[in-house]
């Protein structure tokens, strides 16, 4: 009996720093993906899309802010394998830890659900856990390079964008594909594999084509967005407009395409503003129309129980019992207290 709680005792620290080593070890090979697309920007090293604020967003929405050294540890291990570490590396990790944490109690704060299904859940992830939070990271981590001298204060804002927007990116494509992973939100796939098929080869093709081809027809994207937030909500805007970022990002580093025989500057400002229209896109109008049809199906199911009642009453009987229908609370996160 002793045995049997002694090891009931460890199974909890246990399982919290397998944890902890879990979302570190996802940060950290998440950060080298994101190494693979890095450019240079006033001698300063930033990516389009930084995957690894989404995993950390995401690793406190599923499992807690006691993952929080998971996110430290792997915002160090990513740093060391760039530059040797020094005192500022400390800072970098806080602001890199602190802006996941402020976009975890801003999502809490608001009642987000996990499932993204409500507008405001889009909302509130774009502007609160993206655009909102992402501000301190950029911040500190571009104050450090201005205050050792590494930065000029002319350069300081261009690269404060390109920190800021590579950030809010990866919360924004990142965070909604992994949380999807786990199996949060449902991908509707199942009764339209056909049409599933077809859009995923429509992707192959005309992502490519716009991203790649010599004329820039990059806006050819967008209809693939609507096609797939309209049928496959969250499942296929998100995954669609990872490909197409990702694909774009490729294009942008190698300068072909859309991005041939244009300066730095003119490229960062192209590939950020497209990537952060489609993650827009995806996110917004696939909470939108999630929330539509949870919506109807309230309405469908409350007007079937109504005929059902109609039906006994006209036949002179009496209706059966219809439980209290809960339906839910706008104001309120899945799982949360009443």
Same mark, same amino acid.
Request: proline share 6%; hydrophobic share 55%; glycine share 8%.
């Given at each position: 009996?002793t045995?049997v709680?002694?090891? %009931?005792?460890?199974?909890?620290p246990?399982?919290a720093?397998?944890?902890l080593l879990?979302?570190?070890?996802c940060?950290y090979?998440?950060?080298?993906?994101?190494?693979l697309s /890095?450019v240079?920007v006033?001698?300063?090293?930033?990516t389009p899309i930084?995957?690894p604020?989404g995993?950390?967003?995401?690793?406190?929405?599923?499992?807690?802010? /006691?993952?929080?050294?998971?996110?430290?540890?792997?915002?160090f291990?990513?740093i060391a394998?760039?530059v040797t570490?020094q $005192?500022?590396?400390?800072? @970098?990790?806080?602001? @890199?830890?602190?802006a996941p944490l402020?976009a975890?109690?801003?999502?809490?704060?608001?009642?987000? *659900?996990? &499932?993204?299904s409500r507008l405001?859940d889009?909302l509130?992830?774009v502007f609160?856990g993206?655009?909102?939070a992402m501000?301190?990271?950029a911040?500190i981590?571009?104050?450090?390079?201005a205050?050792?001298?590494d930065? &000029?204060r002319?350069?300081?804002?261009?690269?404060?964008?390109s920190w800021?927007?590579g &950030?809010? $990116?990866?919360?924004?494509?990142?965070t909604?594909?992994?949380l999807?992973?786990?199996?949060?939100? *449902?991908a509707?796939?199942?009764r339209?594999?056909?049409?599933?098929?077809?859009?995923a080869?429509?992707?192959?093709?005309?992502?490519?084509l716009?991203a790649?081809?010599? #004329?820039s027809l990059l806006?050819?994207v967008?209809p693939l967005?609507?096609?797939a937030?309209l049928r496959? /909500?969250?499942?296929?805007?998100?995954l669609?407009?990872l490909?197409?970022?990702?694909?774009? #990002?490729y294009?942008? @580093?190698?300068?072909?395409?859309?991005?041939? @025989?244009?300066?730095?500057?003119?490229?960062?400002?192209?590939?950020? =503003?497209f990537n952060g229209?489609?993650?827009?896109t995806a996110?917004l109008?696939?909470?939108?129309?999630?929330?539509q049809?949870?919506? %109807?199906?309230s309405? /469908?199911? =409350?007007? +079937?129980e109504?005929?059902?009642?109609l039906d006994?009453?006209?036949?002179?009987?009496?209706?059966p019992e219809?439980p209290?229908r809960?339906l839910? +609370?706008p104001?309120r996160?899945?799982? +949360?207290?009443a």
């Amino acid at each position: 009996m002793t045995a049997v709680v002694v090891t %009931r005792r460890l199974l909890p620290p246990v399982e919290a720093a397998l944890k902890l080593l879990v979302v570190a070890a996802c940060y950290y090979v998440a950060g080298r993906i994101g190494l693979l697309s /890095q450019v240079v920007v006033e001698g300063v090293v930033v990516t389009p899309i930084w995957p690894p604020t989404g995993v950390a967003v995401a690793a406190l929405l599923m499992f807690g802010v /006691q993952v929080w050294p998971g996110i430290a540890l792997g915002s160090f291990l990513v740093i060391a394998s760039i530059v040797t570490p020094q $005192m500022t590396t400390l800072v @970098n990790v806080a602001g @890199n830890t602190l802006a996941p944490l402020c976009a975890y109690y801003c999502l809490r704060r608001i009642g987000f *659900r996990l &499932d993204i299904s409500r507008l405001r859940d889009g909302l509130a992830l774009v502007f609160l856990g993206g655009l909102g939070a992402m501000l301190i990271s950029a911040t500190i981590g571009v104050g450090v390079q201005a205050v050792n001298g590494d930065l &000029d204060r002319g350069e300081f804002w261009a690269v404060w964008l390109s920190w800021w927007v590579g &950030d809010a $990116m990866g919360v924004l494509l990142v965070t909604p594909l992994l949380l999807l992973l786990v199996g949060v939100g *449902r991908a509707p796939w199942g009764r339209r594999w056909l049409e599933a098929a077809c859009l995923a080869v429509a992707a192959l093709v005309i992502v490519p084509l716009g991203a790649l081809g010599e #004329t820039s027809l990059l806006f050819l994207v967008f209809p693939l967005l609507i096609w797939a937030a309209l049928r496959f /909500q969250l499942a296929g805007s998100t995954l669609c407009a990872l490909f197409s970022s990702v694909l774009t #990002t490729y294009a942008a @580093n190698t300068g072909k395409g859309a991005f041939l @025989n244009l300066s730095k500057v003119e490229i960062m400002v192209k590939l950020q =503003a497209f990537n952060g229209a489609t993650a827009l896109t995806a996110l917004l109008l696939s909470a939108l129309v999630t929330e539509q049809i949870a919506t %109807r199906r309230s309405v /469908q199911s =409350a007007c +079937d129980e109504l005929a059902e009642v109609l039906d006994h009453l006209a036949a002179g009987e009496m209706p059966p019992e219809v439980p209290p229908r809960h339906l839910p +609370d706008p104001s309120r996160a899945e799982g +949360d207290p009443a």
